[in-house]
């Protein structure tokens, strides 16, 4: 079955360090996102991401995040100054298609800002 | 806003049925969802149903969706200790933005 992979699945850096997750979306998907999981909360939209642009975005994504899709098959996430509450678990997804179907995740880049 | 809220919690014996419900209250949604997530693990899409539909069923799983309530139910049957987890009820609209429940802690006792 195919599958959403991302890496690196943990990392620990340092408050104000930037920050790159990396993505690879199911590969003829066009829509893809990012989530976060703060440990013992919900799972909270961070941005949508469609034919090279953000699609739309959350509250929570201000200037500090950014994506990017830099070839055909990576999509990232950048955190240019980490903070301590960007504590969290970051989930990549991807679908075909806007018009709901499925939604594919990955297992998860855990994010510990010290 | 949108909202979608789960209870916390769920115990059941190993080989009995599970019930784990859902409310949520945007009336546009278009698809609701069901995933898994087992400890340290990502999200594991179990299964999905069209606004339009009220059933689904595959195989020990089945979803029940009443629109007029905002109610959704997914219903595992002869539950074993392998679906211990969390459970996320979640919705979309148009844009595919997903809005997560607080997630169900099931809880399988052999």
């Known amino acids: 079955e195919p599958e959403v992979t991302q890496t690196p699945s943990h990392q620990v850096t340092q408050m104000g360090q930037e920050v790159i997750l990396r993505c690879v979306p199911i590969?003829?998907?066009?829509?893809f996102y990012w989530y976060r999981q703060i440990l013992g909360q919900k799972v909270e939209f961070l941005v949508s991401?469609?034919?090279?642009?953000?699609?739309?975005k959350s509250e929570i994504f201000d200037d500090q995040f950014s994506v990017e899709r830099p070839d055909g098959s990576n999509f990232t996430l950048k955190i240019r100054s980490t903070k301590l509450e960007d504590s969290a678990m970051y989930f990549c997804a991807s679908t075909l298609d806007r018009g709901g179907n499925t939604i594919y995740f990955g297992e998860g880049s855990w994010l510990t800002v010290v | 806003g949108e909202d979608v809220e789960q209870s916390l919690f769920l115990s059941v014996r190993e080989g009995d049925s599970s019930v784990i419900n859902c409310t949520y209250t945007?009336?546009?949604?278009?698809?609701l969802y069901w995933y898994k997530q087992e400890p340290g693990a990502g999200l594991q899409l179990l299964t999905y149903i069209f606004s339009n539909m009220d059933m689904k069923q595959d195989q020990r799983l089945t979803v029940l969706l009443n629109k007029k309530d905002k109610h959704l139910s997914l219903r595992i049957a002869d539950t074993q200790t392998g679906d211990s987890a969390i459970y996320f009820c979640a919705e979309s609209g148009a844009t595919n933005k997903l809005i997560f429940g607080t997630g169900t802690l099931l809880a399988v006792q052999p």
């Open positions: 991401f469609y034919n090279n642009e953000i699609s739309e």
């Open positions: 590969s003829n998907h066009l829509y």
């Open positions: 945007d009336s546009s949604s278009t698809y």
